[in-house]
Structure formats: C-alpha cells, structure tokens
C-alpha cells in the first residue's frame, strides 16, 4: 500500500479489502461508492490494472474484475487505446443512458414521474444506482423461478398433463428418418409447415388472419418481444408499458436503448389518456388479453382508442397474447390484430403456456411489410430455431393433439381455479376480496400496504409457500402511491387442487397466528 | 468398492483415487497406467461409465470425464450401439499420435515462425463505415443455401453419417419421462449437466481449461457473436473483422453500431500489425484454427502478438472455433482461449459442423467476469434454449456417442476431401493449385479474377452445380485490387464421394466447353 500511490490518480488509502468477502467484489463497491459519492468524479482517468493491483497489493486479475464489473454497469466507460475513465453519470443522458442499459439494466427515464425511487420509500438506491443490475434483478424482476412446479408459481400452465408419451414417439418419429433437405441451414422465420398450422390455428382460435408468410417462430415469447425492440425501436424512443406490467418486456426495450414510461392500468385496461402526455410514444406494449398480472381484460373502446393511436402516430402496438388460450366464460375480445386495419400490430403469441415453457417456442405476427425486415434480422442474431422441436410441434398440431390438449388445459386450470378461489382463506388481515377470475393462469389480490404485502410474503416462505408481490412488477418510478402497489399475484395451474389445497392450510395457519 | 466388481470386464480394485488431485484426472491415469502396460489389454470391453462409478463409489461424472479423456486420446476405442474399447494401439501411429497431442499440452515450438506481425507485409486495411446493413444483406452475405446437401456447399458436414436412430432413442428416452424440475423456466446459460460436459471436452480436446459455470449454451455460434457484439460492443466502436471473413459476424458487429475494420489475411492468417492502424478497435472476431473461408491457420507468433494487442488495449478476441473439430494433419495449435492470461477471449464453439446445421447448438466460453452480465443478456434476448435438445446432446456426449462420432466425421471428412482433391480438374483457364487442406471442411483455390470466377459459377449453375465465390466474402470495401479477391469456396464434406465425382464430371465439361 505504500508504493506508487502518489502516482495515482486518486488514493486508494482508504480501500479497506477482505479476502473472505472477495476481493474483487470489495473493489468493485469500493470503487462504485467512491464514484456514487463524488470522491471518484466523472472523468477522473483510472489507473491501469497493473498499478491499482501493485498498490492494492492484489493480482492483477482482482483489478480487472472490478473494472469489468464498473465498466458493464456503466460507472466506468472508455475507449481502446485511451484508458478508462469515470463515467459522466449526469449530464449525458445520451450516449451514457445507452451505455448504462446495454445489456444488463434498466435505465429508467420514464415521462410519468420525476420523483427518484428513494422519494417514494420503495427503493432505497439512487437512480443510478439501479443502474447496478444485481440491485434491479434482486428487488424489482419478477421471480422467473426455476425448480419443480409448486403452489402459485406464476406463468406454468398445468404441464403435469402434458401428453409426454406423445411427444416423446413424434420425435422418435422424425428423428429416425429425417428429411435431408431439413438438415442443413433453414428459413431463419421457422419452419414453413409449423408457420402455416399457426396461421390456420390463429384464425380460427383468434378471428386473427395473416398469412403464414406473416408469422416468425421464435424461442418463446421473450425472442419475440426483443426482436420488437431491437428493430422497431430507435435509441432515445419513448416505449410505453403497462404499469405494473409485465418486467422483462420493459428490459427489452431499455435494451434496445428506450426509455419507458409506465402506463397506468385500470378496470378497463392500458389507460389511453396518459399514453398521449408528456414524451410521444414510439411503441406500446400490451396484454390485452389478461393484463399481465393484474389480469384484466382491455375493454373494446380502449382497443379501438389505442388502433386509432397507432394510426395517427404511426406507433406500434405489440401484443402479447401470452395466456390468451385460457378464457374460462364470456366471449373473448377481438385482438388487436384481427382489429388493425393499418398495419401497426405485432401479435406475440407462445406455446409455452399450452405446453411447457422450457419448451421455448412462440412466434410473431408482423405487419405484411415487416416480414423480410425481421427475418433478417433474426437470422443475424441466431439464423434460425432448431428444426426438430418445430416439426415436432408442427405434427402435434396437424394430428389434433395440440387442440385436444388445450381443451384438457382449458378444464384442468378452470378446476384449479376454483380449488383456490374456493379455498383461499378469508378475513387475513390487509387481504382483500378475490377477483372474478375469467381468464388466464393467475390473478392478483389487492393488499393494503407494501409493507403487509411483504410480511405475507415472509411468513409464507416461513412455511414453505412461494408467493408473489405485486410490488415486484412496478417500474421503480411511479406516480401511483405505493401503497397502491401491494397485492398477491396468484398462479393456480402449476399445481394440482391437493396441492394447492395443502399449500393453502399452510398460508391459514402462517397468516392466522 | 464391494458392489459389482465381478460384473466389470477388469478389476478395479487396485484403483485408488485421490480427491485432492482430482479423482476424474486419478481415474484417467489409473487406466491410462493400465492400457499401456498391458493389465488393460487392446479389445477389452469397457464397462459402462454408471457401473464403474458405481464400483469405485465416483460419480458418473468423474467416470465420464476420464472415458473422454481417454477417448480423445486415442487409448480407447467404440462403434455406436456397442459400447467402449480398449483400442489397439499398434498399428494406428498417424492418427493416435495426433490425438495423444491434441490439446494436452502447448508443445508447438518446433518449427514455427518466430516472425512477428511488424515484420510480415500487410496491405493497409480502410476502416469502413457500413451502418446500412441492409445493403450487405442484400448483396454480399454469403449463400447459405438450404435444400438437400449438394456438392461444393460451404458449412455443411457428412450428416449423411449422423446416428439418427440413436438421436431418435435419446430423444423418447428423455420426453418419456422428464423431470418436472426441467420443464419451467431455466438458467440463461444453459443446462448445468450439458455445460459441464462441454467445459470437460473443451478441456481434453482444446486444452482449454474452463469451468462450466464460463460456458453459455446458444443457438447455434451466431447467437454466440451476436451475444458479444450486442454486450461488448458500444455505437461507434470499431470491430476488426478478417478481410476475406465470415460475413455473418460482420453484420452481428454492424447491428450492434459497430463500424468494421477489414483486417488482411495472409499466410499466417490475420495480420495482426494492421490492427493497429487507424482507429483503434475495440474487438476482434478471428477464425484462428482455419480461417473462413481461406482456410490458413493463425500462426502461434501472430496469436501471442493477438494476445498481447488485446491486454494492452483491452481489447476483446471473438475466437470462433466453428470447425475445429476437423483436421488431418499436425498437432493442431492451443486455442486463443487457451494461451489467454488477461480474460480477453471469448471462445465460440458449435456443434452445427459435427452434427449438423439445423441443431442449431453451440456455446461461448466467457471470461469469469463476464458471466453474470451475458447471461443476463441472454434471459432478456430469448431467457433460455429449449430444454429437450439440450439434455439430448448431454447425454450423447456422457454416453461417448459425440466423441465416436468426431472420429467419423474426422475420417468421412479426409475421405470425402481426399476424393475432391484428386479429381479436381487440372488446367482450367484462370484457376490457380489447390491448396494444401489440413483442417476444416472446405477449401478456397484462387482465380485469376472476379470477371473469370462470376464466368466459371455461371456456367456450373448452367449444369446445376452450386459453387460459391471467394469474391462474395469480402468486404464492399477493400483496399485488396478487386482481382486479387477472386476464387472459389469448395465444401468437400456435404456429400459421399460419388456425387462429388459426378458434379466434378459435370464442371469438367461445363468449364472445358
């Protein structure tokens, strides 16, 4: 520690290092503190690896960890050649907004708000400071948990019933005697087979026409919504979400260098007024069918409000029917697609809520002059999906195993539904009332605090149950108080009634004492 | 060590291993230990990894990893469907003793050039500004053709010797009965069990040493570059591509703002001396092992220079190794990965070319500190590949099938090459010697101009055979004469030997005509 530091350019003296804590992470927050707090100003030119290590008495290795880190989460920047430098963390919304967002992060500028996350209580960091994914992953991405189906995960359909025999003798099938011609590089929009079944299914299912032609296979619905992002969004866009919505959407566009304004959701879905304040909107992104999470049902006239939007501002609607199979009574709404008549809807549409999600197919539908545009660039990012899993899926269709199993979805979720609608406990103390459930693989119970919201959460865990906040799926800056934020978001088909039955005497006796 | 030992082919019971020093590298030189002084004799059958685990009270694992090890080596031996050999280890001297150094160790001092890059003539590279990529698409990405395998078509391996049916058994083997635990959503990087395998073959096979929390699963090796371009490149940056090159990673850099480079390949592959001239680049996408589509290998003081050019400029290398797994001749040289001290290099692999194409899986090796952040990237750009075609490919490798069958896609691969090169026909007009082909599975031969290679891919499609010209794997600007960037692209491996006469007869008279 006593050599070299004079010729540094700022002192390390105070960098205190902790082999059992890492060395390079108590770098890296010892950097990323001093830079939060200003004794590291913007523009200071930090020392090469080889100097701070010989000063710090670490390997070299230590150094160029917390660099990397500091340097993918945008608190340092620089260019080849010329060194690295502390990032200019205000005043540069441009290029540094790009660069904090790249790939790992939020960089929230929403139009609605100006309030900073600490104003609202919610978030105790800074806005920069939510620029550190670690933080956003931690408090604010909706849990994509891993691990066996449990009691009210949300986003897993029933796939205990999932005929995996059948699957299992169509890919032995098309294994055993593959077409050559199917072997080699493919259609990076997917397989033409599978695309026309969709576009057959999604007329009659949807009232949706498109060509097959319109339709990519993509993995899942996230490859879908990014591709969204990065073709129909300029850095510096406006891109509208629902709030509270679905999160990793939102990362998506943030990817793509937008920057999101959340839009409110009421009884009726998306609110159109608010869409048209503050910053135009390049591109909406929606879930009309059943509002992810809150899952309610965007009403006709705001349909036709957010096609005539679109039209005017030559906005793009993306819309994410991601559940839309489930509809348990009421005729279902038109969706957008089949509404727009000027060519603004991309309609996102997944198998991974029929089937399994690891299952990772979906597909897009996309306005008729779109198609070579997104197939282009799908192919520079991955050429095309796994023919095998396409085809496969494509047979399951054209044999009627697809559509039979649907409707064996359609009764198992309903009946699930009701073993949680039925049995869900009544008068716990900040909880209130269920929700008509119509649609869709969850729904949310409003709860009168964040702070009730999270004790639940934590004495369920106590006992083992897995539960969901609302307040996970709100964008951290937000005009709506934040009490308004809590609730319960309830998945009911991952299980079966008994299981579910069992996770819901534990939450009684959890939540009673 | 009670159970079992009588069932095994020989007794293991001497066998001691030692988890301090690795009981997979234990288990590895016990055997080895005992082929080469006869205990083991050539022919004995091997037991099945899970019941020699089971005997020494390893993990199947521990076992696999040795059997690979011993595999890659050369000391055993197997045919699909009949299980694992001792192999006869007189007799086959060229190709065993290739292998027994392939990867192991970095003894490829002899007979190199010591030249460093300042000493090598280059051509002066321009920096070129291509921001519409639409423009390359449309005129200069390289064919990738779909259909049928033919002869001459660049990037397609002998999947005519694909195991289909084993394919075809793994496959309902796992969709029988799959763990519900796989069946949600999953890690980004990809299956634990399939990661850890590839960093254990990476590791015998490329002497990269890797652990497999570095690896992340992609579809195919474009997702790979595309990965790295969207998380490490910023508009802006400057990207050296190799000049003639693999467009397609070109355009991934182009997408993510970058401005290309156009860097010359000579002799000893890319010249590292103009990467430093102009704007100083922030990455370099290289195909050290047999450049696309030249087919030259990067020589060890060019790859040393690489190294060197990446740590002092933090620079980052994408190295992909896309064919790898073919060469014919002389010990193959470390991977870039492998020589790297300062985690520069991000290493691409696929298993496209010893399958084929339409798998669709490959996988980056990133430096430590980089995993968090692309894994990150990767749940927002697609959150994970289907679950199916990874486990399948797990344990085709873990049951020894993948390494069986590089062995004879290796030996189709020099028959196939052997059949082109003999028959190549002498004396056309315009048409430079073939080439010496040690590796990958195609080679480009020289023409005397674009004027004479557009003549000759004319009146070859004028008989109905495809053929690609060097002229489209350049850069639309390049400071190389534009007669100097004229040739032919020839895949020897797509097809067996006899359509590759039969097209050879047909260019015959096509070109003598």
Redesign the interface.
């Given at each position: 520690m006593t050599t070299n530091t004079a010729s540094l350019p700022f002192d390390p003296a105070g960098i205190q290092l902790d082999a059992k804590l890492g060395l390079?992470r108590g770098l890296y927050q010892a950097l990323r503190s001093r830079i939060l707090d200003g004794r590291l100003a913007s523009g200071t030119r930090m020392p090469a690896s080889r100097d701070l290590a010989q000063a710090l008495a670490v390997s070299?290795?230590t150094v160029?960890?917390a660099y990397?880190?500091l340097y993918?989460e945008g608190f340092l920047a620089?260019?080849?050649?010329?060194g690295?430098y502390v990032a200019l963390l205000e005043g540069v919304p441009e290029k540094l907004s790009?660069?904090l967002s790249?790939?790992?992060s939020l960089g929230f500028s929403t139009g609605l708000s100006t309030k900073t996350p600490a104003d609202t209580g919610f978030v105790s960091s800074k806005v920069i400071h939510t620029a550190a994914?670690?933080c956003l992953?931690e408090h604010h991405l909706p849990p994509?948990?891993?691990?066996?189906?449990r009691a009210f995960?949300v986003?897993?359909p029933a796939?205990?019933l999932f005929p995996?025999?059948t699957?299992?003798?169509l890919?032995?099938?098309?294994?055993?005697?593959?077409?050559?011609?199917?072997?080699?590089?493919?259609?990076p929009a997917g397989d033409p087979e599978l695309r026309s079944l969709i576009a057959a299914y999604l007329r009659s299912s949807r009232g949706l026409n498109c060509r097959a032609e319109q339709i990519l296979i993509?993995?899942?619905a996230?490859?879908a919504i990014?591709l969204c992002a990065?073709l129909l969004v300029d850095?510096g866009d406006t891109v509208a979400v629902e709030n509270p919505g679905y999160r990793?959407a939102g990362?998506?566009f943030v990817?793509a260098g937008a920057k999101l304004k959340g839009v409110p959701v009421d009884e009726e879905g998306l609110t159109g007024a608010a869409l048209e304040e503050g910053e135009p909107c390049r591109m909406v992104y929606v879930t009309p069918a059943h509002q992810y999470p809150t899952g309610v049902t965007l009403s006709l006239a705001r349909r036709l409000a957010l096609l005539e939007w679109a039209e005017r501002n030559r906005g793009w609607i993306i819309e994410d029917d991601y559940d839309g199979e489930y509809r348990y009574s009421g005729a279902p709404l038109a969706p957008l697609a089949a509404l727009d008549r000027s060519g603004r809807v991309l309609y996102v549409g997944t198998f991974g809520k029929v089937a399994?999600?690891?299952?990772?197919?979906g597909y897009l539908v996309v306005p008729e002059g779109l198609v070579e545009a997104f197939s282009?660039?799908r192919?520079?990012?991955?050429?095309?999906?796994?023919?095998?899993?396409q085809r496969v899926m494509a047979r399951f269709i054209a044999d009627g195993h697809f559509q039979r199993h649907i409707r064996r979805m359609r009764r198992a979720a309903l009946a699930r539904r009701d073993a949680l609608l039925g049995n869900w406990p009544a008068d716990i103390r900040g909880v209130g009332p269920l929700p008509q459930v119509n649609a869709g693989l969850h729904f949310t119970v409003p709860v009168e605090s964040v702070a009730r919201e999270q004790q639940l959460l934590a004495s369920a865990e106590a006992v083992g149950v897995e539960l969901n906040g609302l307040s996970h799926y709100w964008l951290p800056e937000s005009a709506e108080p934040v009490d308004n934020r809590a609730g319960l978001v309830l998945g009911f088909a991952a299980v079966a009634p008994a299981a579910t039955l069992a996770a819901l005497d534990r939450l009684r006796q959890a939540w009673k004492s």
């Open positions: 390079s070299r290795n160029v960890r990397d880190q993918a620089g260019r080849v050649g010329d690295t790009t660069k790249t790939g790992l994914s670690k992953d994509f948990r891993s691990g066996p189906p995960r986003g897993v796939f205990d995996f025999a699957w299992a003798k890919y032995a099938a098309f294994w055993r005697n593959p077409d050559p011609e199917l072997l080699g590089y493919g259609d993509t993995t899942g996230q490859e990014s990065q850095p990793a990362h998506a990817n399994f999600p690891a299952l990772r197919l282009r660039k192919a520079v990012a991955l050429r095309h999906s796994e023919i095998g899993t």
